[in-house]
């Protein structure tokens, strides 16, 4: 006996019917199903009596790599109803794939995705043909809405004729082999009883050829490397997150449309398309007259009559209903009309449209389904600490109990769990904050992603490390500092082994001097200073700090360009260096001398940045002190009139106090000043007023008051004017007028 091969479209009602029907007229010995081969002695938790949506969710991780997998099912899926008619006819069911952390699955997401991406020429040519716009409404119209005689054979005639003689890739061959030991296996098996095989369209073609010879023993099943944890569960899934409009794979959009299409069949699925759309629409106050839905319907049935539908199609009634309530151009094209994500910019009325044909179902697991290890801990702990219910929530984080509640929300607030939102609290590098406040609240979508955060492991602390150590691998600068901060609130302030590794590489591969700057800074003052979340003198940071300052110099050092604004991310990184050297470089054994002759090099050379060589002259004087040249003589020798506005921020920035203690400093500073014609001043004056912005208001007085003394022999000049008060209260509008004016250039920043 040879086996029935159904090629299906994940997700199609019409494709569900067709395998419910066959298995039910064939009663097959063997119900064979594209599906993940590990969950094979676990069908009967696939069976306990859940409300679909669900999915099985497998969670991978080794020393490698990090994959998570779906395999979603809902009541019209063909998979699902392959499960349950076969289980009804006392069929053996099996899923043939293979697991879904098989590396021939690591770039596959979801499982049950369309392969249109692999045929899209021959599909492109069919929507030509049939005059519709996208795969989607070309389904429609042969498939969904087109009565089921003769289903199996058009099916067969597509896939067919889309698949052609493409050669597929090596992980679609790797799994077609595999499946089609499987089939092999089971018809010989069966001896003169039927086998029913249910398995994508795309690899139908292969099946049914690979299928004819070979051997003919059961396949083993792979197993995942000796270091890797794999865990595969049951998880809730949702109408919402089966949408092709929200992103899913599959391609198959409007579940909600489809869930009706399964229970009441096309024509019943058009008219509660329409009511859905109509009450949706009414419940936020969107105006929907009687007589628009009148009109939307006609619309619909004459659309299905010239398209050649017997009832109206999805697009059918979408068309009418767009036809019928929005009156205004459109500025992005029908949702419909294309694929893919909702696109911004569409008008309330479709947006609403959209959201009525996903649906709001969400499913529900039966109360026997095993669960993670991680779903009982973090159970238990919120109960343990009372924060398992709704409402505001204070801690005091100068209580040991009040910070161990806040660890575990911070752990799960790293592992992305819903309903757990921080209102106030610490920021990294921030002023010293006692107080942590979140809002707590219930959330549907709790429980599939404490089940897929499961893959991070056990517990709360385990996984959030793990889910740490992961973002560090994906080496984004800019998120390194927040990574490190998330690491202390979380009570992990410890990262060993290849996570410090890819930590350190990831910043040895940094490019950006600003944002290797703001990962210093951070870093430096948790590991100075934070005893709340013990991370002082942390061997993590300090490791972090030593590889962050090596390469801000270097960096630095091979910074070129011209006169340029003062770049205040390259002057923070600047900041960051001098404090590692002052306060960490003999416990961290960073040579300082060596440091020193880098910032001597980029002071003395004119191809670097102005704001740098000032940072660089500054850096190497902060550190000397007493011990450094004649400052004097080489700001002399450095003053550059075009530029002096940006190599002033860059000394002010570093060496603010040794500039207004230095005798005679700012009196040469005044001097060059003076000596600069109009035309060069005035062009300096935004960006000299960005330098002395790095002096507070006590220190500009100082400043004042000695320049006044020095050029009039008595600061009680300041005091005395002898303009007009109205005068003087202009030009301090027009000092403001100014300033906002820099703000908004951003020349300025306080």
């Known amino acids: 006996m040879t086996a029935t091969f159904i090629g299906v479209r994940h997700h199609s009602p019409a494709c569900a019917r067709l395998v419910a029907d066959t298995i039910s007229a064939l009663r097959p010995a063997y119900v064979l199903i594209e599906g993940p081969a590990d969950m094979n002695h676990r069908l009967g938790e696939l069976l306990l009596g859940h409300e679909l949506p669900i999915a099985v969710y497998t969670g991978y991780r080794d020393a490698q790599r990090r994959h998570g997998s779906w395999a979603p099912l809902c009541e019209y899926s063909p998979e699902w109803t392959a499960l349950t008619a076969g289980h009804a006819v006392g069929a053996e069911t099996r899923f043939i794939d293979l697991p879904a952390w098989h590396p021939a699955l690591a770039e596959v997401h979801n499982r049950y995705a369309d392969a249109e991406a692999r045929y899209a020429e021959v599909t492109e040519r069919l929507c030509r043909t049939f005059a519709v716009d996208n795969v989607d409404a070309l389904w429609d119209h042969l498939f969904e809405i087109e009565p089921a005689d003769g289903l199996a054979e058009r ?16 992980d679609d061959m790797a799994r077609e082999a595999y499946m089609a030991r499987w089939i092999r296996a089971a018809v010989a098996d069966a001896g003169e ?61 409007s579940p909600g449309y489809y869930q009706r299409l399964w229970e009441s069949g096309p024509a019943e699925a058009a008219r509660g398309l329409t009511e859905a759309v109509a009450v949706r629409l009414r419940a936020r106050r969107l105006q929907v007259s009687t007589a628009d839905l009148i009109a939307a319907r006609a619309t619909a049935d004459g659309l299905a009559l010239v398209r050649g539908h017997r009832h109206p199609a999805r697009v059918d009634v979408l068309d009418g209903l767009a036809s019928a309530l929005v009156n205004e151009a459109l500025e992005v094209p029908l949702p419909w009309a294309t694929r893919g994500r909702l696109r911004a910019g569409n ?26 290890p991680l779903v009982h801990a973090v159970t238990e702990q919120l109960c343990r600490h009372g924060l398992d219910g709704s409402g505001e929530v204070r801690l005091d984080l100068g209580k040991e109990i009040d910070r161990e509640r806040s660890r575990l929300l911070h752990r799960l607030r790293v592992l992305a769990i819903p309903g757990l939102a921080r209102e106030s609290g610490p920021q990294p590098a921030g002023p010293p904050v006692l107080v942590e406040q979140w809002t707590l609240t219930d959330a549907d979508d709790r429980l599939p992603a404490l089940i897929e955060a499961g893959g991070y492991g056990v517990d709360p602390r385990e996984a959030a490390a793990a889910a740490l150590s992961e973002k560090v691998t994906a080496g984004d600068l800019d998120q390194l500092a927040r990574l490190l901060f998330d690491a202390a609130v979380c ?37 100075r200073h934070d005893d709340m979340f013990r991370t002082s003198r942390s061997t993590t940071l300090g490791t972090v700090i030593a590889a962050a300052t090596r390469r801000a110099l270097w960096l630095a050092e091979g910074a070129r360009g011209g006169p340029a604004p003062a770049d205040l991310g390259r002057i923070g990184a600047m900041i960051a260096v001098r404090d590692v050297l002052t306060h960490a470089a003999t416990p961290l054994e960073l040579d300082t001398r060596a440091a020193l002759g880098v910032a001597d090099r980029i002071a003395a050379c004119h191809e670097a940045p102005p704001d740098l060589r000032g940072a660089s002259f500054g850096l190497g004087w902060s550190l000397r002190g007493a011990a450094a040249a004649d400052p004097t003589r080489a700001v002399r020798g450095a003053f550059t009139p075009a530029s002096a506005g940006d190599w002033l921020a860059g000394l002010f920035a570093l060496a603010r106090e040794e500039v207004l203690h230095t005798a005679g400093m700012l009196e040469l500073l005044d001097e060059l000043l003076g000596v600069m014609t109009d035309h060069d001043f005035l062009v300096a004056l935004p960006a000299l007023r960005q330098a002395f912005g790095y002096f507070p208001p006590r220190e500009r007085h100082i400043i004042a008051t000695r320049l006044v003394r020095w050029r009039t022999g008595s600061s009680r000049d300041l005091m005395r004017l002898d303009a007009r008060p109205e005068l003087v209260a202009a030009g301090m509008a027009l000092d403001e007028r100014v300033d906002a004016a820099l703000r908004r250039e951003g020349l300025i920043t306080s």
């Open 347 to 372: 008008h309330p009325a479709i947006v609403e449209m959209v959201a009525a044909l996903s649906g709001d179902r969400v499913g529900r697991l039966h109360p026997s389904t095993p669960l993670p």
């Open 155 to 170: 099916l067969a005639t597509y896939f067919d004729l889309v698949r052609g003689d493409a050669e597929p890739g090596a």
């Open 491 to 527: 009570g992990i302030g410890e990262l060993t082994g290849r996570v410090l590794d890819d930590l350190t590489r990831a910043i040895g591969a940094a490019a950006d001097l600003g944002s290797l700057g703001r990962t210093l800074t951070v870093a430096l003052a948790m590991w």
């Open 193 to 253: 009883r039927p086998v029913v095989v249910v398995i994508g369209g795309f690899h139908r073609p292969a099946l049914i050829r690979l299928s004819e010879q070979g051997e003919r023993t059961w396949p083993e099943l792979p197993e995942p490397p000796d270091d890797a944890v794999v865990g595969s569960y049951l998880v809730p899934y949702s109408f919402r997150r089966l949408d092709a409009f929200d992103g899913y794979q599959s391609g198959m959009p």
